[in-house]
Nanobody
Framework: VQLQASGGGLVQAGGSLRLSCTAS????????MGWFRQSPGKEREFVAA????????IYADSVKGRFTISRDNTRNTVYLQMNSLKPDDTAVYYC?????????????????WGRGTQVTVSS
């Protein structure tokens, strides 16, 4: 399974971006999916996850109320809508496919990872 993330870019603080991640195969349609991010010098951190149906979501406290994860299984795609962006949100964002039908905040829960897309938020 290959994952292709897109939608990153440069945005001013307070702005919005929508990330997309499309899987090469339909294998992810029964699996949870998640977004993680990593900024220079920091560990990869959990951002958001969604279960296979799209009804169950979890978020990191730092993005609750600002980010929304969703998925379209007909397109093998998961989205991350990011609003009210802050400079601290600057990172490379990675999508991942879970080993099960639900997502998790733990990176070990995920089987496949995309290459990442850069998000830069200027102050």
């Amino acid at each position: 399974v290959q994952l292709q993330a897109s939608g990153g870019g440069l945005v001013q603080a307070g702005g919005s971006l929508r990330l997309s991640c499309t899987a090469s195969k339909r294998t992810n349609s029964n699996n949870g999916m998640g977004w993680f991010r990593q900024s220079p010098g920091k560990e990869r951190e959990f951002v958001a996850a969604v279960d296979w149906r799209g009804g169950g979501t979890i978020y990191a406290d730092s993005v609750k109320g600002r980010f929304t994860i969703s998925r379209d299984n007909t397109r093998n795609t998961v989205y991350l809508q990011m609003n009210s962006l802050k400079p601290d949100d600057t990172a490379v964002y990675y999508c991942a496919v879970s080993r099960s039908s639900v997502g998790s905040a733990s990176a070990e829960w995920y089987r496949y990872w995309g290459r990442g897309t850069q998000v830069t938020v200027s102050s």
